[in-house]
């Protein structure tokens, strides 16, 4: 059984997501986004959430993990194929979604939590907001046209990306509700109606 370490509103809502869309079964360990199990710790030391454990495969990256089910537990039409259009472009929305949209939001959480009660505004904070608020503009202009961020047709290249977009329309800490295009936020109600997200959702 694949086992999953989660915690609701983590990116580890990426790895459930998907195995629901998949119809995989797993096993969820529910913890707090700042609960450091020593079973977490002791397959990734970094304390990161998601931890996937299946048999020998420990995963502790997102999109990896996505990746890892989608190959393993395919084949499906989750994924775009090599000899599929767009598969390069496909592959590159993999590592936006994580590496260039999602990931610098962590300081603004970080900088939240650790002060919650102080002013949360200085430079570096700044910075985020505003490279943030033109990354987003990569995925206005394909979901203007598109319905999903590549390949025409729903694929992990949408749960990479729309989970940057859930975070800020969902959060006020992060101060971005206003940077999302309409089309942006049509696009991530589209997600959230999912069947298998809103299974998800109810994972407690
Ligand atoms: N790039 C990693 C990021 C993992 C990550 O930063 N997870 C956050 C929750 S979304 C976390 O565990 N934060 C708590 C901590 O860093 O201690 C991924 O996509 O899985």
């Avoid at 999953?4 to 707090?32: D, F, K, Q």
């Avoid at 999602?102 to 700044?126: E, K, Q």
């Amino acid at each position: 059984m694949i086992e999953i370490y989660h915690s609701p509103r983590a990116r580890s809502n990426r790895v459930l997501w998907l195995c629901e869309e998949m119809g995989l079964p797993y096993t969820p360990h529910v913890i707090g986004l700042r609960e450091k199990p020593p079973a977490l710790l002791a397959h990734n030391p970094g304390g990161t959430i998601p931890l996937m454990i299946d048999g020998d495969t420990v995963l502790f990256e997102s999109m990896t993990i996505c990746e890892y089910l989608t190959e393993t537990y395919g084949p499906t039409d989750l994924v775009l194929h090599k000899d599929e259009p767009g598969y390069w472009d496909y592959r590159q929305m993999l590592d936006f979604g994580e590496a260039t949209l999602a990931a610098p939001l962590t300081a603004i959480v970080g900088t939240v939590l650790s002060n919650p009660r102080g002013s949360h505004d200085n430079a570096t904070i700044d910075v985020i907001r505003h490279s943030f608020r033109s990354r987003l503009g990569v995925l206005a202009a394909r979901l203007h046209k598109a319905d999903y961020v590549s390949g025409g047709r729903f694929t992990i290249a949408d749960i990479s990306a729309v989970y940057g977009i859930i975070l800020a329309l969902k959060n006020d800490i992060f101060g971005l509700k206003d940077a999302i295009a309409e089309d942006l936020v049509t696009y991530a109600q589209r997600m959230i109606d999912r069947p298998a997200y809103q299974r998800m959702l109810a994972v407690k």
